[in-house]
């Protein structure tokens, strides 16, 4: 796997290189932001992880940039800001998961680990339900006809509740590896984006959620995993 670290501290990006690299992956590290964003834009890398206190760009403007451009890699942004409110900010641009400073090693791998194999669950189809319609292999997707930019962790969610067609998903198998507070993150933010255009994620509570089409709008097909 070939990871872009983005870190401007030099004996936290020779540690955790050093680390990955001795797991098999190749990593490119960069310690600004503009130049880290030109990288991102001149080659095809597999992870990014991303400080947000960077020289040239934010760590948060590089994620907001990366989900612009539609690029669908799963971004863990590494910080020492552990406030909430920074956190869901992230979260909202699009990074997939969010490490706090100091961290293990064996942590931040796990965690990419886990943001890898929930990617790599999604089956080659589309799914359309609504006003919402998924093109799985090629991984864009279209609300009410318009381009819906989602991050690689909303994807994979909101792919698992549009093929459920309707039925309830278990909190479990939608948390994943990740906590619950963060799934909750997730779902009300995707709640914001898919209310105005007909949909509603509900909670069934005591079990998962589901994706519901409110009063008025019809599904254009049912999921169809032959396609």
Do not use: C
Request: charged share 30%; hydrophobic share 40%; aromatic share 6%.
């Amino acid at each position: 796997m070939l990871v872009l670290l983005i870190e401007d501290d030099p004996e936290l990006s020779d540690g955790v290189a050093t680390f990955l690299a001795g797991q098999g992956d190749s990593v490119v590290v960069e310690s600004n932001g503009m130049a880290a964003d030109r990288l991102l834009q001149e080659r095809k890398f597999d992870f990014v992880l991303v400080d947000v206190g960077l020289p040239g760009l934010s760590g948060y403007e590089i994620v907001r940039r990366i989900r612009e451009r539609r690029q669908s890699l799963p971004v863990i942004m590494i910080t020492a800001r552990d406030a909430l409110d920074d956190r869901i900010y992230g979260l909202d641009l699009g990074a997939d998961d969010y490490l706090s400073k100091p961290f293990e090693l064996a942590e931040l791998t796990a965690r990419m680990r886990a943001t890898t194999r929930r990617g790599a669950n999604s089956v080659a189809r589309r799914i359309e339900f609504g006003p919402l319609s998924m093109d799985i292999q090629g991984r864009h997707a279209s609300l009410a006809e318009q381009p819906l930019i989602v991050s690689s962790r909303e994807w994979d969610l909101l792919s698992t509740l549009a093929a459920a067609d309707g039925h309830t998903v278990p909190k479990e198998r939608l948390q994943g590896d990740g906590s619950v507070n963060a799934l909750e993150v997730y779902v009300h933010r995707l709640r914001r984006r898919l209310e105005p255009a007909g949909l509603n994620i509900r909670t069934v509570r005591g079990f998962g959620y589901r994706l519901e089409i409110t009063a008025g709008v019809a599904i254009k097909t049912r999921p169809d995993a032959n396609r």
